[in-house]
């Protein structure tokens, strides 16, 4: 199986920034993509970025330009840089992992509050 740990979520103010980590360990081989997904009270979680196994990314159009994901495969590690950060992307930040075609293993998410 796929443990996954979350850091480097907390409060900034607008324009500020924010990296977060997050490192699979376990069961690691067969991973084809890992992302980051956010849900805010009382609205549904949703993609955030994503990034496969061969290096294709995705964004949401409310965070492109401003967010950058990136991989470390061989720490088996994904990262969601920040910047320009919105009251609006306050969130709990939850990562997520696809092993093989049917397993999504989730982090226990982490809370980012952009606020002045």
């Known amino acids: 199986q796929v443990q996954l740990v979350e850091s480097g979520g907390g409060l900034v103010q607008p324009g500020g920034s924010l990296r977060l980590s997050c490192s699979a360990s376990?069961?690691?081989?067969?991973?084809?993509?890992m992302g980051w997904f956010r849900q805010a009270p009382g609205k549904q979680r949703q993609l955030v970025a994503a990034?496969?196994?061969?290096?294709?990314?995705v964004y949401a159009d409310s965070v492109k330009g401003r967010f950058t994901i990136s991989r470390d495969n061989a720490k088996n590690t994904v990262f969601l840089q920040m910047n320009s950060l919105k009251p609006e992307d306050t969130a709990v930040y939850y990562c997520?992992?696809?092993?093989?075609?049917?397993?999504?293993?989730w982090g226990q998410g982490t809370q980012v509050i952009v606020s002045s």
């Open positions: 376990g069961s690691v081989f067969d991973i084809a993509s």
């Open positions: 990034i496969s196994s061969g290096g294709p990314t």
């Open positions: 997520k992992v696809t092993k093989g075609a049917l397993e999504d293993y």
